[in-house]
């Protein structure tokens, strides 16, 4: 009985810390996920159409969005990032999400950008102009002094809630490949209850935690293994970064 009760009291207290650790995230300044997408309203350039245009957070509502955030046109690392979310525009419509670039240059700058930039040929997204830097601000991406957007990207569930934050340093790229699988992974979770293990990917085993919590807590590894997490040709594709890496 004594071990029974024991179990009880620490179940109790590791789910006080996690109700505590949820808390401190909707709080924490600079932390949007589990927060609702900031409200915004910008001029922008509709690069499909041609056309400028106007967007607001009101256009994304029930939608599962992406604000991608950049540092500027007219840049290096920037034209690779727009242009790799651009290739993987019909996966993620297939998805059902809508995608809007965001940068601190005008809408005339974005123009001209897209204009010029061969690896921008054929765009088809929006770019959101963010002159002032009043939205770049909201979602805590603005550095400070420069006048410029961290490489922030956040995925807005269709509650309206933050449920990615991906911030770096202007130098390194985005991978969209890890991104999609994000996504993925994000809406099974959305529609099922379920949570997905480290890697996961559709077809591979996920963590029933909405049937399963009890028999689950302390003996994960019932459920998957190492190998479910981590692949042979997951480790040597690493192997093959870090062989180039140090070549």
Known sequence: MACEKDTIIADEKTIKKEEVIMEEIKTQ?????LKQMPEFKMEAYNAES????????????GKWTVVCFYPADFTFVCPTEIAAMNAALPILKELGVEVLAVSTDTKFSHKRFV???PLLKD????????????????????????????????????????VAQEVQAPPVGRSIKEFVRQIIAHQHAYKTGEVTPA????????????????????????YVTLDDLV?????????????????
């Open 199 to 222: 890697n996961w990917k559709p077809g591979k085993k996920t963590l029933p935690v909405n049937t399963d919590v009890e028999p689950m807590t302390g003996n994960v590894g019932a």
């Open 123 to 162: 765009l088809k997204l929006t770019i959101a102009a963010d002159p002032t830097g009043e939205v770049t601000k909201k979602f805590g991406v603005m550095i400070e002094g420069a006048g410029l957007a961290l490489r922030g990207r956040f995925l807005i569930n269709p509650d309206g809630q933050v």
């Open 115 to 117: 204009e010029t930039e």
């Open 231 to 247: 692949s042979e040709e997951d480790i040597k594709e690493m192997e093959e970064m870090l062989k180039a890496f140090k070549a």
């Open 50 to 61: 041609g056309h400028y245009t106007e967007v607001s957070s009101e256009d994304y509502k």
């Open 29 to 33: 300044e600079g932390v949007l996920v």
